[in-house]
Nanobody, 123 residues
Framework: QLQASGGGLVQAGGSLRLSCAAS????????MGWFRQAPGKERDFVAA????????TYADSVKGRFTISRDNAKGTVYLQMNSLKPDDTAIYYC??????????????????WGQGTQVTVSS
């Protein structure tokens, strides 16, 4: 089970840190990712981190502004979002990839999903 938190309302240029806590003892068996879905749009890939945390990949739209990380001891994955823009407004979802996938940006590779947390960036 995945529980996302940390969303909220922020002005353009501001920062937010999302967290996603996983239950269970095998968190380090899963590559983790963040996706987002704006109203009326598809769910898009944002960032992913490998099982051990050494590899990361990002959507072009967030490169240089967002950072994904994980703490396997705490069973938590994070998304640090800086220099936020109104276009970043969306519901953000964390997800766990189907083992043995280490890291992936493909929606269909993710099997477990959190409930989402709303991020709203005002101009």
């Amino acid at each position: 089970q995945l529980q996302a938190s940390g969303g909220g309302l922020v002005q353009a240029g501001g920062s937010l840190r999302l967290s996603c806590a996983a239950s269970g003892r095998t968190f380090n068996s899963y590559g983790m990712g963040w996706f987002r879905q704006a109203p009326g749009k598809e769910r898009d890939f944002v960032a992913a981190v490998s099982r051990g945390g050494t590899l990361t990949t990002y959507a072009d739209s967030v490169k240089g502004r967002f950072t994904i990380s994980r703490d396997n001891a705490k069973g938590t994955v994070y998304l640090q979002m800086n220099s936020l823009k109104p276009d970043d407004t969306a519901i953000y979802y964390c997800a766990a990839a189907t083992p043995p996938i280490t890291i992936t940006s493909k929606y269909e590779d993710y099997h477990y999903w959190g409930q989402g947390t709303q991020v709203t960036v005002s101009s």
